[in-house]
Every structure is written in structure tokens, then in C-alpha cells.
């Protein structure tokens, strides 16, 4: 897929990732140039809410209590998207250099952050929360480009201009 020119432009020539996330899914692309190719991306299944196996039963003064003992959906979703997302994670990003632009749920980031762990160690990670799941990675670049222009300091005083004009 190609990038178009303003985006590009704004974003700069330098390697990136781009990262999008949900609760089942993600998706990672590799940014070189003007061009954005998908390197992988995963689908979390949602477990059964049926798996209530285990019962269990347990004495007390009080009496006796039987019940179930089953692991909650979500933990259970959550442990299986961490671990394909740090698989994921090893094999595209490790020792890759550059920023990774990721965009998450608030809900997923810390589990996020846990599972890049030293693969994106090198990596500069630009985090934006959000399901933007099943937006157009373009658009998501076109996002990231318009952040970064509104975010920019232009000097006003032509001294300190000729200071950010010295080559380095």
C-alpha cells in the first residue's frame, strides 16, 4: 500500500511500525518510505462462557457451599492476547529501530506495553488509546502526521531560528 505525499512528508523517511489494537485483535505494518506493508496480525477467539467444569464442594461450621471454580472470560482472553501479541512482537520487531506508533484501548495498554517488553527496546513508542481497529492504517498515519504538524515549535525570534538552522 502506498503512502501519499503529505503524510510522508510530515511523518519524515525514518522506519516505523505502526501497531493497532483491540481487545482480539491486532495488526502490525511496517512503514519504509512510501510504502505500508502488514507484517502480521492475529485473532483472538472469545472463550465459551460454558466452561464452568471444576466443581468443587467445601465444609464449614456453618454448613456446606458447592459451587464451580472457572477462570473469568476475560482473564483467560486477555493471557491468550498477550502471549501471541509478545510472539508476534519477537519475531517482526526485535532489534528493529525506529518509532512504533501504536494504537490501543486504555483497557490493553498496560498488557500491551508488557508483551513489546525488550523487543521494542530500541523502538520509540508514540502510544495513542483508542479502538482503532478497524480504521484504514492510512488514515491512522494521516492522524499521526496531523498530531505531530499541530505539535510543532516554530520559532518566532530569528535568532533562534538560525540556531535550529545549524547543522548537527
Same mark, same amino acid.
Not at 102 to 121: D, E, N, Q, Y
Not at 122 to 135: C, D, K, Q
Given at each position: 500500500m502506498k503512502i501519499p505525499e503529505h503524510i510522508r512528508s510530515r511523518l519524515g523517511d525514518s522506519p516505523a511500525f505502526l501497531l493497532v489494537t483491540s481487545k482480539q485483535e491486532a495488526a502490525l505494518y511496517a512503514i519504509n518510505g512510501e510504502d +505500508? !506493508? @502488514? +507484517?502480521?496480525?492475529? *485473532? *483472538?477467539?472469545?472463550? #465459551? /462462557?460454558?466452561?464452568?467444569?471444576?466443581e468443587f464442594k467445601s465444609r464449614s461450621r456453618g454448613g456446606s457451599a458447592s459451587g464451580t #471454580?472457572? @477462570?473469568?472470560? /476475560? /482473564? !483467560?482472553q486477555i493471557r491468550d492476547f498477550t502471549s501471541l501479541m509478545e510472539v508476534m512482537a519477537r519475531s517482526k520487531l526485535y532489534g528493529a529501530s525506529g518509532r512504533l506508533? #501504536?494504537? #490501543?484501548p486504555a483497557a490493553v495498554k498496560s498488557h500491551l506495553m508488557k508483551a +513489546?517488553?525488550?523487543s521494542a527496546r530500541s523502538l520509540e513508542v508514540i502510544f495513542t488509546e483508542g479502538n482503532y481497529m478497524h480504521s484504514s492504517p492510512v488514515d491512522l498515519l494521516d492522524k499521526i502526521a496531523r498530531e505531530f504538524e499541530s505539535k510543532r515549535v516554530v520559532p518566532t525570534d530569528p535568532a533562534a531560528q538560525r540556531i535550529l538552522d545549524i547543522p548537527i
Amino acid at each position: 500500500m502506498k503512502i501519499p505525499e503529505h503524510i510522508r512528508s510530515r511523518l519524515g523517511d525514518s522506519p516505523a511500525f505502526l501497531l493497532v489494537t483491540s481487545k482480539q485483535e491486532a495488526a502490525l505494518y511496517a512503514i519504509n518510505g512510501e510504502d +505500508l !506493508a @502488514e +507484517l502480521g496480525s492475529f *485473532v *483472538v477467539e472469545r472463550p #465459551a /462462557d460454558t466452561d464452568k467444569e471444576g466443581e468443587f464442594k467445601s465444609r464449614s461450621r456453618g454448613g456446606s457451599a458447592s459451587g464451580t #471454580a472457572y @477462570e473469568r472470560t /476475560d /482473564d !483467560a482472553q486477555i493471557r491468550d492476547f498477550t502471549s501471541l501479541m509478545e510472539v508476534m512482537a519477537r519475531s517482526k520487531l526485535y532489534g528493529a529501530s525506529g518509532r512504533l506508533y #501504536a494504537f #490501543a484501548p486504555a483497557a490493553v495498554k498496560s498488557h500491551l506495553m508488557k508483551a +513489546l517488553g525488550g523487543s521494542a527496546r530500541s523502538l520509540e513508542v508514540i502510544f495513542t488509546e483508542g479502538n482503532y481497529m478497524h480504521s484504514s492504517p492510512v488514515d491512522l498515519l494521516d492522524k499521526i502526521a496531523r498530531e505531530f504538524e499541530s505539535k510543532r515549535v516554530v520559532p518566532t525570534d530569528p535568532a533562534a531560528q538560525r540556531i535550529l538552522d545549524i547543522p548537527i
